[in-house]
Nanobody, 121 residues
Framework: QVQLVESGGGLVQPGGSLRLSCAAS????????MGWYRQDPGKQRELVAA???????NYADSVKGRFTMSRDNAKNTVYLQMNSLKPEDTAVYYC???????????????WGQGTQVTVSS
């Protein structure tokens, strides 16, 4: 089984920065892709950024130039560096992952528990 654990959320003033982490643990053979999503109450969960095994990243238009997603393969961890934060970035941030869990190529897909990010003065 695989677990995803997010950390790094909190309260920050507009214009500030936060760095989120998402660590994958368990029966991991390799990781195909990991992503960051966010969700406000009453709204749909939206993709913020994603990184695939080849290393390429995609970002939502609303965060391009402000957020940077990176990964540490040795730690099975991805990060989301969030700069120039705005009140509209307030949400619960979740990470997801597609993980290869065996040499036969079988995969696991799941979500972390989420971490709250609040941008407010």
């Amino acid at each position: 089984q695989v677990q995803l654990v997010e950390s790094g959320g909190g309260l920050v003033q507009p214009g500030g920065s936060l760095r989120l982490s998402c660590a994958a643990s368990g029966s991991i053979f390799s990781i195909n892709a990991m992503g960051w999503y966010r969700q406000d109450p009453g709204k749909q969960r939206e993709l913020v950024a994603a990184i695939v095994s080849g290393g390429s990243t995609n970002y939502a238009d609303s965060v391009k130039g402000r957020f940077t997603m990176s990964r540490d393969n040795a730690k099975n961890t991805v990060y989301l560096q969030m700069n120039s934060l705005k009140p509209e970035d307030t949400a619960v941030y979740y990470c997801d992952a597609e993980v290869v869990i065996g040499p036969d190529g079988s995969t696991w897909y799941g979500w972390g528990q989420g971490t709250q990010v609040t941008v407010s003065s």
